[in-house]
């Protein structure tokens, strides 16, 4: 059963901001965010993960509710490179949660 | 810091044939993963290693599909006899610690298989 839910496809041009959604209405205390990107005919690899606190890299910035129950990927400027399928997974500490497990996505287009 | 390894990258096959791939995790991670891809979906868990251990194999189809890991680093996967299901990209992975859920897990690229 999915714990996340993505819009299926994402629209873009280049050079201006992203603002990828993901709803986690059952997160669990303990459960971390991550999101790993796909390119195509690639693995996945991972972009970000967080807990509480809103997290910025190289890659990305991850900005969770303050009630957990949801966040949103920031790709500050997207590229061409940028155009790939991002998952948003959960990722907890007992079980079948310790897993990751991947949804469907988001398939991001971008516009040149 | 080399990657995760697979090979072959692509494979084609008869139905009812075996195929194996062979898959070399980052050096010093512990736990390795093994993922079936098929096309439009998002990967799905097949078998998880700790070492040379089983941690989880709940979705594997083990009437057909065998993994090891011997020596706690190369991995291989194999299927026999393969059926068109199971045409799909196997995806290997590994990460440092089992079961952190902040640990960062790295994908290699993939063998694709195609059954026909």
């Known amino acids: 059963d999915a714990k996340t839910t993505q819009p299926n496809s994402m629209e873009s041009n280049e050079e201006e901001p992203v603002h990828l959604p993901c709803n986690h209405s059952?997160?669990?205390?303990?459960?971390?965010i991550h999101w790993y990107r796909q390119l195509p005919s690639q693995g996945p690899e991972y972009v970000i993960h967080g807990l509480t606190s809103n997290v910025n890299n190289r890659m990305a910035s991850l900005a969770i509710a303050e009630d957990r129950k949801s966040s949103t990927l920031i790709l500050h400027r997207a590229t061409l490179r940028d155009a790939a399928v991002y998952y948003c997974i959960l990722k907890g500490m007992r079980g079948s949660a310790r897993q990751l497990t991947f949804g469907s996505g988001t398939q991001l287009t971008v516009l040149p | 810091e080399a990657g995760v390894a697979q090979s072959p990258r692509y494979k084609i096959i008869e139905k009812r044939q075996s195929v194996a791939f062979w898959c070399n995790p980052i050096s010093g991670h512990a736990t390795l993963y093994w993922y079936q891809q098929i096309l439009g979906q998002g990967p799905k868990l097949l078998i998880q290693f700790q070492n040379n251990g089983v941690v989880d194999d709940s979705q594997l189809p083990k009437d057909r599909f065998s993994a090891e890991r011997l020596k706690g680093v190369d991995s291989t996967l194999k299927i026999q006899p393969a059926k068109l299901e199971d045409s799909a990209v196997y995806l290997c992975?590994?990460?440092?610690?089992?079961?952190?859920?902040?640990?960062?897990?790295?994908f290699g690229e993939g063998s694709w298989l195609t059954v026909v």
């Open positions: 059952t997160i669990s205390g303990t459960d971390y």
């Open positions: 992975a590994s990460s440092s610690r089992v079961g952190a859920p902040g640990n960062t897990i790295y």
